[in-house]
């Protein structure tokens, strides 16, 4: 029996595989046959003769094949571990509205409330001779939220009152929040060299008394200086 050619294509080690096939088939059928020869001839047909040595051998292949073929090498089973991003977790936001807990801190306007604006005539330190008469009128602003009208007048609060009435009205008509007046009240320069102060306030026709925003004292006044003429010597 001749040993059939072994392909190129093969690498070194089945090709010597192969041929170690080749030459075990060779021997287990030569062994086979002299097997064969001196078996009685009743034993088995033909046939089951035949068919004895095929099963022979291919077992004697297949054991051969097992011991010349290397162990396939196990691969480590595949990790399904999600792989660190080194991200944290982002938290998602949340549908649930935030309530809104501030409170206002603007303060309530007040009913009453004015506001000196300027001296529309007699600034402060006008001097006046003993007994001048003159008028004094203050610009004064509504910033409360309540109206002005006929009922309000300014009173006169503490000082020198310079011969003036104890209440003038503020208006005839009404001076509405925001609005500004002026109010005017006749004075008369005192007798005595000096300066001199009056303070005056407002009033409301409930007889509330209320001051001036801008006034640390909550009032507003009128001051003037009386200065008495010296005589000139005769020649």
């Known amino acids: 029996?001749?040993?059939?050619?072994?392909s190129p294509l093969l690498s070194p080690q089945e090709r010597t595989t192969m041929k170690?096939?080749?030459?075990?088939?060779?021997?287990?059928?030569?062994?086979l046959l002299l097997a064969a020869c001196n078996m009685p001839r009743s034993a088995s047909t033909p046939t089951e003769q035949s068919s004895r040595i095929k099963t022979s051998v291919a077992e004697t292949v297949a054991a051969e094949v097992r011991e010349s073929t290397p162990a396939t090498e196990e691969l480590p089973a595949t990790s399904s571990q999600t792989p660190d991003t080194g991200l944290e977790d982002t938290p998602q936001p949340s549908d649930t509205p935030i309530p809104n807990t501030a409170t206002p801190s603007e303060t309530p306007i007040p009913c009453n409330l004015g506001k000196?604006?300027?001296?529309?005539?007699?600034?402060?330190?006008?001097?006046?001779?003993?007994?001048?008469?003159?008028?004094?009128?203050?610009?004064?602003?509504?910033?409360?939220?309540?109206?002005?009208?006929?009922?309000?007048?300014?009173?006169?609060?503490?000082?020198d009152a310079m011969g003036a009435p104890s209440t003038v009205q503020i208006t005839t008509g009404t001076v509405s929040p925001g609005q500004t007046v002026e109010?005017?009240?006749?004075?008369?320069?005192?007798?005595?060299?000096?300066?001199?102060?009056?303070?005056?306030?407002?009033?409301d026709p409930s007889d509330n008394i209320?001051?001036?925003?801008?006034?640390?004292?909550?009032?507003?006044?009128?001051?003037?200086?009386?200065?008495?003429p010296t005589d000139t010597p005769e020649p």
């Open 183 to 203: 109010v005017s009240v006749n004075l008369t320069a005192p007798d005595t060299a000096g300066t001199y102060r009056g303070n005056w306030q407002l009033r």
């Open 1 to 6: 029996m001749t040993q059939r050619a072994i």
């Open 210 to 228: 209320f001051g001036i925003e801008n006034s640390t004292s909550g009032y507003f006044w009128v001051e003037i200086k009386v200065v008495v």
């Open 116 to 159: 000196f604006i300027d001296d529309v005539t007699i600034p402060d330190g006008t001097k006046f001779g003993p007994g001048d008469v003159f008028t004094k009128t203050w610009s004064l602003k509504n910033v409360g939220s309540c109206t002005w009208t006929s009922g309000y007048d300014i009173v006169f609060y503490s000082g």
């Open 20 to 31: 170690k096939i080749g030459y075990t088939l060779t021997a287990s059928l030569f062994i």
